[in-house]
């Protein structure tokens, strides 16, 4: 198993910034690639990002592309994303993703964006 927990989360005005962070812990040597989804209210669970673990292959969300920026530091098992230029169409939970032969779920994290 392999536990995911996210931080950063808050409330940022249109066009700032904010970092989110996820740790991961446990079966971590089991880890294919960790990213970000997102859920707005009364909307499906949408794609933001993603990297591969080992080559850091990254991908990203189409509504994001050229604002936020997914990075990975191995030693401490943490993916972050980078959010700039913030759009109040950005907010949602956040959760963390991990893909280590089963699917993991970080508890999510509340983005705000504020007009």
């Known amino acids: 198993q392999v536990q995911l927990v996210e931080s950063g989360g808050g409330l940022v005005q249109a066009g700032g910034s904010l970092r989110l962070s996820c740790v991961a812990s446990?079966?971590?040597?089991?880890?294919?690639?960790m990213g970000w989804f997102r859920q707005a209210p009364g909307k499906e669970r949408e794609f933001v990002a993603a990297?591969?673990?080992?080559?850091?292959?990254?991908y990203y969300g189409d509504s994001i592309k050229g604002r936020f920026t997914i990075s990975k530091d191995n030693a401490k098992n943490t993916v972050y994303l980078q959010m700039n230029s913030a759009k109040p169409e950005d907010t949602a939970v956040y959760y963390c993703?991990?893909?280590?032969?089963?699917?993991?779920w970080g508890q999510g994290t509340q983005v705000t964006v504020s007009s």
């Open positions: 446990g079966r971590t040597f089991t880890l294919i690639d």
């Open positions: 993703h991990a893909q280590g032969g089963y699917d993991y």
């Open positions: 990297i591969n673990w080992s080559d850091g292959d990254i």
